[in-house]
């Protein structure tokens, strides 16, 4: 019997003087179930304001005392219980087992045990209705189904992770498929969400994520990367602390939404590229945004467009370009820090210091102590190095700065014969051969030591003698020998006239 139906019996037996059988016929129970209340309320003695200012169990346990027999099993300590059950692996049947053994016969059964427990626990989840402003937040989440899509040329089965995010006011809602839940489509993804909106909200609301999270917890700390996307954009990301959905629970709602109108409707497809699933969730979007509501006026775009559209902030000029922030490393004595195999310079004045290394697809930038201190264009030449000279320190700058166009304008300055020694150097060798280039350096030291003309003689000899090595002009120099007269090769006229001489005719002639 309904508790509204006792009342009403209870009321007319002690306020009217009908017979017992013409209150069954009103209420429609049997006339034996009146006569029971009627002698129980005349052992009671009790007047109807009384037992009508009682709630209903008070109603129940005033009329029928004995029927409450809770005191007859004992209860167990269910705030242990929930607390037990939070532990991994636990069960409920396992705890109702050890309650069972200490108290035996007493004891409730494990189906009257288990919804006790849901009935307490029903008590502890209680949700508050939350207030969403218009423009304030986006609700993000990945969904757990995936669609599968297939490589045409090799065959190769991948999974497309769905991306959903669900404005708080309107729950005006941006789906989209990404190749994977890494950081550079998780980035992709919102910049393609701030287009779908048209603007930016004040707080991104994400899940704990690596892509997102870098340590969850009391303090949070945010990827390098979404920081400073939303700093970009200028917004705020709030992450929903773990293990509480109910702090995203309009995500979670958009999750349950778009794989019942979307996911499961293209499941039923054949994908060969994520940029197809894409074009096949647009126009189910559409019209899932466009369902009326069941309890609301209008419907997700209407409101968006109403409420949303003119409080969100507005886009940037350009959308955020993906960058990756590598760990601080630790600047070697060359001042060259290796990026994907391949080394980047920065300022000498670094070395032993930690920097930073910002990595987008066309640039490699260096920040240390939060300031940008090397700008590269991005190479794909693995092993190779990319220097930039103001980079280097003066005695390297100079090293590296020798070329044999320098070397020869230094010699013309000292003669034709330097000219012709330096030019030997790099005969059959490269511009910047660093034979060529040692020598011509340590041939300006000489001239430095012993002076220009000495250093011109010097190379004069050397090429007489065909020996165009350093070391001759050095021995040169410390021998002087270019202090000495040149000797003129003779010839056949300077020779005496001597019987014995035969002259070059005799070794040209065929009767020798």
Not at 305 to 311: G, N, Q, S
Not at 404 to 426: C, D, L, P, R, Y
Request: charged share 20%.
């Amino acid at each position: 019997m309904q508790m509204h139906t006792l009342r009403d019996i209870v009321r007319t037996l002690l306020t009217s003087r009908y017979s017992n059988r013409r209150i069954a016929a009103l209420y429609q129970v049997s006339p034996n179930t009146v006569r029971t209340y009627r002698k129980r309320l005349v052992a009671l003695n009790i007047s109807w304001p009384v037992l009508q200012a009682l709630d209903d169990d008070e109603l129940r346990r005033t009329l029928w005392p004995e029927a409450d027999t809770a005191s007859l099993h004992p209860v167990p300590d269910w705030p242990q219980v929930h607390k037990q059950m939070q532990v991994r692996h636990q069960t409920l049947l396992q705890l109702w087992e050890e309650y069972r053994l200490n108290h035996r016969y007493k004891a409730y059964s494990y189906s009257q045990f288990t919804h006790l427990y849901r009935q307490f626990v029903a008590h502890l989840d209680i949700s508050m209705r939350q207030t969403h402003f218009a423009g304030e937040a986006i609700y993000i989440d990945f969904a757990g189904d995936t669609l599968k899509w297939t490589e045409p040329n090799t065959g190769q089965e991948h999974l497309a992770q769905i991306y959903v995010a669900v404005l708080g006011c309107s729950q005006y809602t941006f789906a989209c498929a990404c190749e994977s839940q890494q950081l550079e489509h998780w980035i992709d993804a919102h910049n393609r969400m701030f287009m779908f909106y048209g603007g930016v909200a004040q707080v991104l609301i994400p899940d704990n994520l690596k892509s997102a999270v870098t340590r969850p917890g009391f303090d949070v700390q945010l990827n390098r990367t979404y920081q400073e996307m939303s700093q970009h954009y200028g917004c705020t990301i709030v992450p929903a602390r773990v293990r509480r959905p109910k702090d995203k629970s309009l995500a979670e709602i958009g999750v349950l939404l778009i794989t019942r109108w979307i996911i499961v409707v293209l499941k039923r497809r054949r994908f060969f590229s994520v940029t197809e699933i894409n074009e096949a969730i647009a126009p189910l979007l559409e019209a899932f945004n466009l369902r009326p509501f069941k309890r609301l006026p209008g419907c997700r775009r209407s409101r968006f467009l109403e409420l949303d559209k003119p409080a969100l902030q507005p886009l940037p000029t350009e959308p955020y370009t993906f960058a990756r922030w590598l760990a601080a490393q630790k600047v070697p004595t060359d001042y060259h820090i290796y990026i994907y195999q391949h080394a980047y310079s920065v300022p000498y004045q670094l070395v032993s210091e930690k920097v930073e290394a910002k990595v987008t697809h066309a640039t490699v930038a260096f920040y240390h102590k939060n300031r940008q201190v090397a700008l590269h264009v991005r190479s794909a030449d693995v092993g190779g190095c990319t220097t930039d000279p103001n980079h280097r320190p003066a005695s390297h700058r100079a090293y590296a700065e020798q070329h044999f166009t320098q070397f020869e304008q230094w010699a013309k300055s000292v003669g034709s014969f330097t000219t012709a020694w330096v030019k030997a150097q790099f005969t059959g060798r490269a511009a910047h051969s660093i034979a060529g280039n040692r020598a011509c350096s340590q041939l300006q030291q000489l001239a430095k030591q012993y002076g220009v003309a000495r250093t011109e003689a010097a190379c004069q000899c050397a090429c007489q003698i065909n020996s165009f090595s350093i070391s001759s002009v050095r021995s040169i120099l410390q021998c002087h020998l270019d202090q000495q007269p040149v000797e003129q090769p003779l010839c056949d006229e300077a020779l005496p006239i001597h019987s014995n001489v035969r002259g070059s005719s005799y070794y040209q002639s065929e009767a020798r």
